[in-house]
Nanobody, 119 residues
Framework: QVQLVESGGGLVQAGGSLRLSCTASGITFSTYTMGWYRQAPGKQRELVATISAAGSTNYADSVKGRFTISSDNAKNTVYLQMNSLKPEDTAVYYC?????????????WGRGTQVTVSS
């Protein structure tokens, strides 16, 4: 059974920092592209950052220079370091594991962790 468990969310003032973690079980972690997505109230879920199995990273323009994604294959964990947080970063943050497969991609989601940035 695949599980992605996020942690590290919370309430922080604008300009502050948070570090999100997502620990995966039930998958061969090192073969997946891991990602962080977020969904604010009334908005669609959007990509925040991804890190491929090869270690390549990709960021949404809105978080470049402020957020850093990293992973630790030994711990089956992906991290999102969020600095210089803004009120518009307020959202539920979801962890995703994705890899190409023969018929359909293997695509798994965590339940999310709330991040609230006060002004």
């Amino acid at each position: 059974q695949v599980q992605l468990v996020e942690s590290g969310g919370g309430l922080v003032q604008a300009g502050g920092s948070l570090r999100l973690s997502c620990t995966a079980s039930g998958i061969t972690f090192s073969t997946y592209t891991m990602g962080w997505y977020r969904q604010a109230p009334g908005k669609q879920r959007e990509l925040v950052a991804t890190i491929s199995a090869a270690g390549s990273t990709n960021y949404a323009d809105s978080v470049k220079g402020r957020f850093t994604i990293s992973s630790d294959n030994a711990k089956n964990t992906v991290y999102l370091q969020m600095n210089s947080l803004k009120p518009e970063d307020t959202a539920v943050y979801y962890c995703n594991a994705w890899r190409r497969a023969y018929y359909m991609p293997d695509d798994y989601w965590g339940r999310g962790t709330q991040v609230t940035v006060s002004s």
